[in-house]
């Protein structure tokens, strides 16, 4: 979404919005690295796309992206193939939800314009 096309919500102003997307998309390009987890994007993942906190972003770093299995598994809840699923409470109301369903389709769409590469690059780990 550029030029202004993400709305304010309670919790996040649309500026921070578009920060998580670059977050996200250099997280995506970097393959996982660490480096680019940043905290918004953690906070982003755990307040508004339907995964628990795993105690800290460190924590949840380690609890997807330590194996190829398990990023795949976070993966899929962005990959349309799948339906768009929660990876841990398999419903759909984070892409749903009116607040935050523009960030978090803008997110599936940057995964989707990368998920062929991405998903080569796990199968060669």
């Known amino acids: 979404m550029r030029g202004g096309k993400f709305k304010d919500a309670e919790f996040m102003k649309a500026e921070e919005k578009e920060k998580v997307l670059s977050d996200w998309k250099r997280f995506l390009e ?63 109301w984070w892409i749903e939800n009116s607040e935050y369903k523009d960030i978090n389709e803008a997110m599936v769409r940057a995964f989707e314009k990368r998920k062929g590469e991405i998903y080569r690059m796990l199968r060669e780990r």
């Open 30 to 92: 970097s393959g996982f690295d660490y480096r680019f987890f940043t905290e918004r994007l953690y906070k982003h993942l755990t307040l508004h796309c339907s995964f628990i906190a795993h105690y800290d972003r460190e924590g949840f770093y380690h609890t997807y992206f330590s194996k190829p299995e398990d990023a795949k598994r976070f993966l899929r809840q962005f990959d349309k193939r799948f339906g768009l699923k929660s990876a841990e409470y398999g419903g759909t």
